[in-house]
DNA sequence: GGAGGCCTCGGAAGG
DNA sequence: CGAGGCCTCC
């Protein structure tokens, strides 16, 4: 019992886990076991008597942290839940709150999402009377971000050589003022971006040295996952908070450092050893995960990457199956390959559907093999689509919540000051926006005292403006009244949204309408239940004990959340579809990587430079190392993109593996009966062990099949089942459900149209359902 | 204020 | 090609 968490561990994962003081960096190669080292390295602290009050772990998404929390609590007798684990933003945003008046902002200052950003900056530009297509939101806002990740204010950015001579010459000289605007705005709205929660935390550790050497006290152990993966300040701040003890743990693989589109910064672990001379560093290069023909193949291909940590991963794994290099005629060929593939695989060698994932460059892939999948009725998995909080009425419903809770922020406010319909024009609020600008005031500001100021609005507006906040004002002073529910409904209800989605009758509508039922839901479990799926400990450094449940505390915990955090915890077994990106920490069976072409994997942007090319072949050294049993890799000759047929060459990277481990054996031509065969000397070429990938498809490319087009075209019928009219069904009736199939209606209740049916499906049982909802056929 | 036409653009994505 | 933003017209 004693040292139970100690076996199994292989002989460099013990040396990591024992060691307990100073700064330890452990190099962790794909497959590695490296989660558990890093859970097991906690539970050996606490094991030791190191109160879990005293450690932080910081992870990059929330799934992360809640794994590695509930594996503590697993692993350590002593409950984990006081750990201090979780992301770098929930972590600072959680002391930000806490802290807030050193830095002028209150703790319930809002968290601006990229969407709030970009919207802001349009603002601005459009305040500035910039040409909007020299300063494109999206470009301003990217600066804006690199700067903050990169500890620059608006004062420095001015002054910066680098940035003000690449906005020179990009034509975009006043990026710099409107970063300091776009940070006042902020600041007005009692508001932050998702970089402020970095920057403003490195802030309060600098200029606080009380706040600090608190932290610095508290925090006697720190460990950083994915190391390879923080940026500049991330970094920043985790050496100041480990000053005091020295006692910070770093976890990370080189190899596998694919962010750095986003500021990430592979230095901070190449050059980790020489901010940390005492530095203790262990290697973990057992695979435990993959054949040793993929591990082999994998080590073949990132041995091209120059800059990197020297480290051999190998296993004791059986050799296995050579990779499959498959080559398709047609994006859409390629994907009809995989869904057979995947079909044969799961029916010859009993393989649930949910042990394959087909992985790709770019969203835009996903669609050829959606379709395939579905042709073939296979059950999948999408990742990456549009998130159930990224919906228009969703954000609608958040922005008067947020609003109830502050009232000051601005994005907020302009979303849905007119929505629902209050005849207040985008004029009258324009006009309100840039006097509010003019004046250094929020734009809450001008609005609760819109009677009293000079701005040339209608009385007849004014009125409606000073009804609106009025309303506000009802809300917010219920923040501290009401749970989270009950707020939530008052303002569903009051602010008008639920009547204006209830009237809507297209399907689309009834759709918004049960979003938004759906979102009440999810309130009312967090009233009952206190959490949102955030991982966050239970310490409340507000000692607030009355606000755990309202609406305040539930719009700081979804700021933080993601779509993979909204688990939708399906039964069914499904191919999981995805970037190759989104696959990182994942493993499965069978991993097929489609679109392994010139320009698209390697993608067209990053082969003019030595240190993109490198990310690009790190990435696909990610996507190598998911696959336990079987890979294969898939290129296409001709590609839809952009709506035209484009003639493809392989992958240089299908070239860079060494080639014993592949097999190019299969082809894709094979698995349309009715398509024309290959010709001889085609095969053979293919046949050929060979490295010369691009001297057969241009051959291969000559002939584009008559029916093209005509498949590439090929819609799946949509399954757009329509009900009938809801009022006509009647007890006793035999109805038809999309889902359910055919029933007998056993029993209505309620009265339209919240009527209410009880019935009994022959395949699927007996269901309640909302008439106005169910969408059914009347069969009888 | 909303529908529909026109133009533009096209990399990956955590919080 | 298709999504999204913007503009125009009713």
């Given at each position: 019992?004693?040292?139970?968490?100690?076996?199994?561990?292989?002989?460099?994962?013990?040396?990591?886990?024992?060691?307990?003081?100073?700064?330890?960096?452990?190099?962790?190669?794909a497959g590695s076991?490296?989660?558990?080292?890093?859970?097991h390295r906690?539970?050996?602290l606490?094991h030791?008597?190191?109160d879990?009050?005293?450690?932080?772990?910081l992870?990059?998404?929330?799934?992360?942290?809640?794994?590695?929390k509930?594996?503590?609590?697993?692993l350590?007798?002593?409950?984990?839940?006081?750990?201090?684990?979780?992301?770098?933003?929930?972590?600072f945003?959680?002391?930000?709150?806490?802290?807030?008046?050193?830095?002028?902002?209150?703790?319930?200052?809002?968290?601006?999402d990229?969407?709030?950003?970009?919207?802001?900056?349009?603002?601005?530009?459009?305040?500035?009377?910039?040409?909007?297509?020299?300063?494109?939101?999206?470009?301003?806002?990217?600066?804006?971000?690199?700067?903050?990740?990169?500890?620059?204010?608006?004062?420095?950015?001015?002054?910066?050589?680098?940035y003000?001579?690449?906005?020179?010459?990009s034509?975009?000289?006043?990026?710099?003022?409107?970063?300091?605007m776009?940070?006042?705005?902020?600041?007005?709205?009692?508001?932050?971006?998702?970089?402020?929660?970095l920057?403003?935390?490195?802030?309060l550790?600098?200029q606080?040295?009380e706040?600090?050497?608190?932290y610095?006290?508290?925090?006697k152990y720190?460990?950083?996952?994915?190391?390879?993966?923080?940026?500049?300040?991330?970094?920043?701040?985790?050496?100041?908070?480990?000053?005091?003890?020295?006692?910070?743990?770093?976890?990370?693989?080189?190899?596998?450092?694919?962010?750095?589109f986003?500021?990430?910064?592979?230095?901070?672990?190449?050059n980790?050893?020489?901010?940390?001379?005492?530095?203790?560093?262990?290697?973990?290069?057992?695979?435990?995960?993959?054949?040793?023909?993929?591990?082999?193949a994998?080590?073949?291909?990132?041995?091209?990457?120059?800059?990197?940590l020297p480290?051999k991963?190998?296993?004791?794994?059986?050799?296995?199956?050579?990779?499959?290099v498959?080559?398709?005629?047609?994006?859409?060929?390629?994907?009809?390959?995989?869904?057979?593939?995947?079909?044969?695989?799961?029916?010859q060698?009993?393989i649930?559907?949910?042990?394959?994932?087909?992985?790709?460059?770019?969203?835009?892939?996903?669609?050829?093999?959606?379709?395939?999948?579905?042709?073939?009725?296979?059950?999948y998995?999408?990742?990456?689509?549009?998130?159930?909080?990224?919906?228009?009425?969703?954000?609608?419903?958040?922005?008067y919540?947020r609003?109830?809770?502050?009232?000051?922020d601005?994005?907020a406010?302009?979303?849905?000051i007119?929505y629902?319909?209050?005849?207040?024009?985008?004029?009258?609020?324009?006009?309100?926006?840039?006097?509010?600008?003019?004046?250094n005031?929020?734009?809450?500001?001008v609005?609760?005292?819109?009677n009293?100021?000079?701005v040339?609005?209608?009385?007849?507006t004014?009125t409606k403006?000073?009804?609106?906040?009025?309303k506000i004002?009802?809300?917010?002073?219920?923040?501290?009244?009401?749970?989270?529910?009950?707020?939530?409904?008052?303002?569903?209800?009051?602010?008008?949204?639920?009547?204006?989605?209830?009237?809507?009758?297209?399907?689309?509508?009834?759709?918004?309408?049960?979003?938004?039922q759906?979102?009440?839901?999810?309130?009312?479990?967090?009233?009952?239940?206190?959490?949102?799926?955030?991982?966050?400990p239970?310490?409340?450094?507000?000692?607030?004990?009355?606000?755990?449940?309202?609406l305040?505390v539930y719009?700081q915990?979804?700021?933080?959340?993601?779509?993979?955090?909204?688990?939708?915890?399906?039964?069914t077994?499904?191919v999981?579809?995805?970037?190759?990106?989104?696959?990182?920490?994942?493993?499965?069976?069978t991993?097929i990587?489609?679109?392994?072409?010139?320009?698209?994997?390697?993608?067209?942007?990053?082969?003019?430079?030595?240190e993109?090319?490198?990310?690009?072949?790190?990435?696909?050294?990610?996507?190598?190392?998911?696959?336990?049993?079987q890979?294969?890799?898939s290129?296409?000759?001709?590609r839809?993109?952009?709506?035209?047929?484009?003639?493809?060459?392989?992958?240089r990277?299908?070239?860079?593996?060494?080639?014993?481990?592949?097999?190019?054996?299969?082809?894709?031509?094979?698995?349309?009966?009715s398509?024309?065969?290959?010709?001889e000397?085609?095969?053979d070429v293919?046949?050929k062990p060979s490295?010369?990938?691009?001297?057969n498809?241009t051959q291969?490319s000559?002939?584009?099949?008559?029916?093209?087009?005509?498949?590439a075209k090929?819609?799946?019928?949509?399954?757009?089942?329509?009900?009938?009219?809801?009022?006509?069904?009647?007890?006793?009736?035999?109805?038809?459900?999309?889902?359910?199939g055919?029933?007998?209606?056993?029993?209505?209740e309620?009265t339209?149209?919240n009527?209410?049916?009880?019935?009994?499906?022959?395949?699927?049982?007996q269901k309640?359902?909302?008439?106005?909802?169910?969408k059914?056929?009347?069969?009888?």
């Open positions: 019992m004693e040292k139970d968490y100690l076996s199994g561990l292989n002989d460099p994962q013990t040396q990591a886990v024992l060691q307990m003081d100073g700064p330890v960096m452990i190099i962790a190669g076991g490296k989660t558990r080292v890093l859970t906690i539970a050996h606490i030791n008597k190191v879990p009050f005293n450690v932080l772990a992870t990059f998404t929330n799934k992360a942290a809640r794994e590695m509930s594996r503590i609590t697993a350590s007798n002593e409950d984990a839940k006081n750990l201090w684990m979780g992301t770098f933003h929930s972590v945003a959680r002391i930000l709150r806490s802290e807030a008046s050193f830095l002028n902002y209150t703790s319930s200052f809002t968290i601006y990229r969407d709030d950003s970009l919207s802001l900056v349009k603002t601005i530009i459009k305040e500035k009377q910039l040409d909007d297509s020299v300063y494109k939101a999206s470009v301003v806002l990217n600066r804006i971000s690199s700067a903050k990740n990169n500890l620059i204010n608006p004062i420095d950015y001015s002054n910066d050589i680098d003000s001579e690449q906005d020179r010459i034509g975009r000289p006043l990026i710099g003022e409107i970063y300091s776009y940070n006042d705005r902020l600041f007005k709205a009692n508001a932050m971006d998702f970089d402020d929660l920057i403003n935390t490195y802030i550790l600098k606080f040295p706040v600090l050497y608190r610095q006290t508290k925090f720190l460990l950083v996952d994915e190391f390879q993966d923080t940026n500049l300040v991330q970094y920043a701040i985790v050496k100041k908070l480990a000053a005091q003890h020295e006692n910070i743990t770093v976890v990370g693989d080189d190899s596998q450092s694919i962010y750095a986003r500021g990430a910064n592979i230095q901070n672990i190449l980790f050893s020489s901010d940390y001379p005492d530095l203790k560093t262990f290697k973990l290069e057992q695979n435990y995960r993959s054949t040793i023909n993929i591990v082999e994998a080590n073949s291909l990132i041995d091209q990457n120059k800059n990197r480290k991963v190998w296993t004791q794994n059986e050799s296995g199956n050579k990779i499959k498959i080559k398709s005629y047609s994006d859409n060929d390629e994907a009809n390959f995989v869904a057979n593939q995947i079909f044969d695989s799961h029916l060698n009993q649930h559907y949910d042990q394959f994932a087909i992985l790709y460059r770019t969203n835009a892939q996903s669609r050829s093999i959606e379709e395939a999948l579905r042709k073939k009725n296979i059950p998995r999408i990742y990456g689509g549009m998130s159930f909080y990224n919906r228009k009425e969703i954000k609608d419903m958040m922005a919540f609003l109830a809770v502050n009232p000051k601005e994005e406010l302009k979303r849905v007119n629902p319909k209050r005849e207040i024009g985008d004029t009258s609020v324009d006009k309100m926006v840039v006097y509010a600008s003019q004046q005031k929020s734009l809450w500001e609005v609760t005292n819109i009293m100021l000079p040339e609005i209608s009385s007849r004014k403006v000073d009804q609106f906040a009025s004002m009802s809300f917010n002073v219920q923040v501290e009244k009401l749970s989270a529910y009950d707020l939530a409904m008052g303002i569903a209800n009051e602010s008008g949204l639920l009547r204006e989605l209830h009237n809507d009758k297209t399907p689309e509508g009834i759709s918004h309408f049960e979003n938004i759906e979102l009440l839901n999810s309130i009312q479990e967090f009233t009952l239940n206190g959490h949102t799926g955030l991982v966050l239970e310490e409340d450094l507000n000692s607030d004990k009355d606000k755990k449940n309202s305040d719009l915990q979804i700021s933080l959340l993601t779509t993979q955090d909204n688990d939708s915890s399906d039964q077994r499904q999981q579809v995805m970037t190759v990106h989104s696959a990182k920490g994942l493993e499965f069976k991993v990587v489609t679109g392994m072409e010139e320009n698209l994997f390697p993608s067209q942007l990053s082969i003019y430079s030595r993109d090319l490198e990310e690009e072949r790190r990435l696909f050294y990610v996507a190598m190392t998911r696959a336990e049993k890979l294969y890799l290129y296409a000759v001709n839809f993109r952009w709506g035209k047929a484009i003639i493809c060459e392989p992958s990277f299908l070239n860079e593996i060494d080639s014993t481990y592949l097999e190019l054996s299969q082809d894709a031509f094979s698995v349309r009966p398509q024309v065969r290959l010709s000397d085609r095969q293919f046949k490295k010369s990938f691009a001297s498809h291969a000559i002939t584009v099949p008559s029916n093209f087009k005509k498949i090929a819609k799946i019928k949509d399954s757009s089942f329509e009900g009938d009219d809801p009022s006509l069904i009647m007890t006793g009736m035999e109805v038809e459900h999309e889902k359910f055919k029933g007998k209606v056993l029993n209505i309620g339209f149209p009527s209410k049916a009880t019935i009994f499906f022959n395949g699927a049982g309640q359902l909302l008439l106005k909802f169910a059914l056929k009347c069969v009888r």
